[in-house]
């Protein structure tokens, strides 16, 4: 049963500290995406990958986020420094060429005290 | 991206279907529309989509109508575990989540 993986499940770190959140996608799916969602804003697109390259990052913010995909079973999130604001869920997601369905992680719950 | 619009919250009773509806004034022709759900501390999970016909599968059934302003998720015989918040969404490449619908299931 395949199925996207992410590390950790989750994480409390203090501000100013660097996170980075692990996704491993469905073997076989060339586009991944990062989501975050809070009470507040719900469900945001952050970025997203097809064949490990960047196609849009424009939901994230620039100075302190940073996607990468090094190779096609890893994707990293980072955020450095965090802040409390960042504390939210985040999830990412594989898929096969669009529209096709996107399958999702159980999420990476991020605590920036 | 277009816009949709649900209403907040639904309520159905367990084993009676459960229509879903969804406006989308502004679609254009090469918008998809898909629903997904979100079970409690769940990720979003796919429920079905559609582009101009009809579309059924083992979870759901997607009616289109023919202008393709608006959408109905029908769930055909709804359970508990169908209790979730519902996303509708239209796009071309990429998901953009709007607040959703959330259902309740009464046994």
């Known amino acids: 049963d395949a199925r996207v993986t992410q590390t950790p499940r989750h994480k409390v770190t203090e501000m100013g500290q660097e996170v980075t959140m692990r996704c491993q996608p469905i073997?076989?799916?060339?586009?991944v995406f990062w989501y975050r969602q809070t009470m507040m804003q719900g469900l945001e697109l952050l970025a997203y990958?097809?064949?490990?390259?960047?196609?849009?990052d424009s939901g994230m913010p620039k100075d302190r986020f940073s996607a990468e995909m090094p190779d096609a079973t890893l994707a990293t999130l980072k955020i450095q420094p965090s802040e409390p604001r960042d504390s939210a869920v985040y999830f990412c997601?594989?898929?096969?060429?669009?529209?096709?369905?996107?399958?999702f992680g159980p999420g990476t719950r991020l605590t920036v005290l | 991206d277009a816009k949709t619009t649900q209403p907040n919250s639904m309520e159905s009773n367990e084993e009676e279907p459960v229509h879903l509806p969804c406006n989308h004034s502004t679609i254009s022709g090469t918008d998809y529309i898909h629903w997904y759900r979100q079970l409690p501390s769940q990720g979003p999970e796919y429920v079905i989509h559609?582009?101009?016909s009809n579309v059924n599968n083992r979870m759901a059934s997607l009616a289109i109508a023919e202008d393709r302003k608006s959408s109905t998720l029908i769930l055909h015989r709804a359970t508990l575990r169908d209790a979730a918040v519902y996303y509708c969404?239209?796009?071309?490449?990429?998901?953009?989540f709007g607040t959703g619908t959330r259902l309740q299931v009464f046994p």
């Open positions: 073997l076989g799916h060339n586009t």
């Open positions: 990958f097809r064949n490990r390259a960047p196609l849009d």
């Open positions: 559609g582009l101009t």
């Open positions: 997601a594989s898929g096969l060429a669009w529209p096709n369905e996107q399958f």
């Open positions: 969404i239209l796009s071309t490449d990429k998901l953009i």
